[in-house]
């Protein structure tokens, strides 16, 4: 069965069921709670875990040079009118002592998965959520160091970091309209504090929300697939962007950038599938990124993106 007519299937009877599906919505596992196999492991809103000591990750990122070269061919992208907003991701192989299973156990985060022994994520990001028959997502673009003084001013008085954050607003707002009525934006740009790693990041979000109707359920496949891939880590256009991003990356996202989460039979909630380390035959890889636009400085994305390589 196909991934749209398998979750509405599931969503029809109230089953209760775990769901992730890759970037591109090529892969998928659709599994019913009570056959939840032990290799898969999840974990939403936990209670905060025993904290490790600060692992510090040896990273080997991309160069800059390479990474100069990819956000130039954005920034031309973005001056032909074919882009506005681009979320460009990289990979950076990073060394630890640490079995992913030390690392599903210890990271805190809103939202964790350890599936297979072959990747793990901690992300801090919801896709979206489901109850009382109305559907709300929260945008999250924006990242700043919590410990610079006036951090939550300056980035909230950015211009590049607002246009972005609208941007991705707008898109998401857009994407609610084609499954849900009266959609509104709640919460526009309210700040976060997460641990990354030896740092606290402050993360700019906003509260979007639209309603669905009575036996939502039914139509999980329609309203999750009508929406899929995440706006925040796409662009906008989003079609047309979704196209520069494979020209650009040369890399397959796969289940990096996707979805996870889980329907308990009357509500669902879910997590964009960033803070990822994935286990290849070199090694341990991790998988980060940021928005890039006409004002961003490439060696602040670049940064940015190497930032975003912690365990938390």
């Known amino acids: 069965m196909e991934l749209k007519n398998l979750l509405n299937h599931y969503g029809s009877l109230k089953e209760p069921f775990f769901f992730m599906i890759s970037y591109d919505k090529k892969k998928y596992e659709i599994i019913p709670l009570k056959n939840l196999p032990k290799d898969i492991e999840f974990k939403i809103n936990p209670n905060i875990s025993q904290k490790m000591d600060p692992q510090t990750l040896q990273k080997s990122p991309i160069s800059f040079e390479k990474y100069q070269e990819k956000f ?134 906003s509260k979007i929300s639209g309603d669905l109707g009575e036996n939502w359920q039914a139509r999980i496949g329609d309203i999750l697939t009508s929406i899929l891939p995440a706006g925040s880590i796409t662009g906008t256009p989003k079609k047309k962007t979704i196209d520069i991003i494979k020209n650009v990356e040369q890399y397959d996202r796969d289940y990096f950038t996707g979805i996870f989460g889980v329907f308990d039979g009357e509500c669902l909630d879910s997590a964009v599938m960033i803070r990822f380390i994935e286990k290849q035959k070199k090694g341990y890889v991790y998988k980060s990124g940021g928005g890039i636009t006409s004002d961003s400085d490439s060696k602040k994305e670049y940064n940015e993106m190497l930032d975003k390589v912690y365990i938390p």
């Open 72 to 205: 130039t061919i954005i920034q031309e992208e973005i001056a032909k009118g074919n882009t506005y907003l681009i979320n460009l991701t990289t990979q950076t192989t990073v060394h630890t002592d640490l079995q992913l299973k030390d690392i599903y156990n210890f990271a805190n985060a809103k939202y964790k998965l350890l599936y297979k022994q072959k990747f793990v994520c901690f992300s801090p990001e919801t896709f979206c959520t489901i109850r009382d028959n109305k559907i709300y997502t929260y945008p999250m673009k924006g990242t700043i160091d919590a410990n610079i003084l006036d951090a939550k001013k300056i980035i909230l008085n950015d211009k590049k970091e607002l246009a972005e954050h609208t941007m991705v607003v707008d898109l998401l707002r857009n994407d609610l309209s084609i499954i849900s009525k009266n959609v509104k934006v709640e919460k526009f740009r309210f700040c976060e504090k997460i641990q990354a790693g030896e740092k606290e990041l402050l993360q700019v979000s």
